[in-house]
């Protein structure tokens, strides 16, 4: 049984890596994303971290009415470990009935999860995705991927909901408006 964990984790690493931690689109077009509807079925990953405010069970990823920031990352991804310090200002700057934030994982080692989580101060859900559901659904095929989505569940940008923000500042000028939209 432990052999295929590991087999498992290493399919994951291999295919992710392949994949690209380029923080950008591997053609010279953007993907495009899933069409949304209000009609369509949310869904829901096992959360990883469950300490103090971080929920226990499955997460939501795009709740109704909520404007939403999802962020598709890996523990080993560098682009990843850089962008955390911004997301922590974000939490803090944001009440989770504003903004709706969660992080998002193809990693199966929820040990190794953990530990990053807590390495780089997350302060928001995060949740595993081994089965690739919600990396398929938006078509997040690089880390980092950060999709946004106004309170309709509307993407932000267009067609597609990914964004190429990384930094807080740049973040925030993206959010500040659909936020002041939703009251």
């Known amino acids: 049984m432990r052999r295929r964990g590991l087999l498992g984790s290493i399919g994951t690493v291999i295919s992710t890596t392949v994949a690209g931690c380029s923080g950008g689109y591997a053609a010279d077009e953007p993907p495009t994303a899933t069409p949304t509807t209000p009609t369509e079925?949310?869904?829901?990953?096992?959360s990883v971290v469950t300490r103090g405010d971080l929920p226990d069970g499955r997460v939501e990823l795009r709740p109704e009415r909520s404007v939403t920031l999802l962020n598709f990352f890996a523990t080993w991804c560098k682009p990843c470990q850089e962008e955390m310090p911004d997301f922590r200002r974000l939490r803090a700057e944001y009440d989770p009935d504003s903004l709706h934030m969660v992080s998002i994982t193809p990693e199966?080692?929820?040990?190794?999860?953990?530990e990053f989580w807590e390495k780089y101060g997350g302060t928001w859900p995060v949740v595993k995705d081994p089965s690739l559901k919600a990396t398929e659904k938006w078509d997040a095929n690089s880390y980092p991927t950060n999709l946004l989505f106004d309170r309709n569940g509307n993407p932000t940008e267009g067609d597609s909901p990914e964004i190429?923000?990384?930094?807080?500042?740049?973040?925030?000028?993206?959010?500040?408006p659909l936020i002041e939209e939703s009251k």
Do not use: G, N, Y
Request: aromatic fraction near 4%.
């Open 41 to 46: 079925r949310s869904l829901a990953l096992p």
């Open 108 to 114: 199966v080692d929820e040990t190794l999860i953990r």
């Open 164 to 176: 190429r923000a990384r930094e807080f500042s740049e973040l925030k000028s993206l959010i500040d």
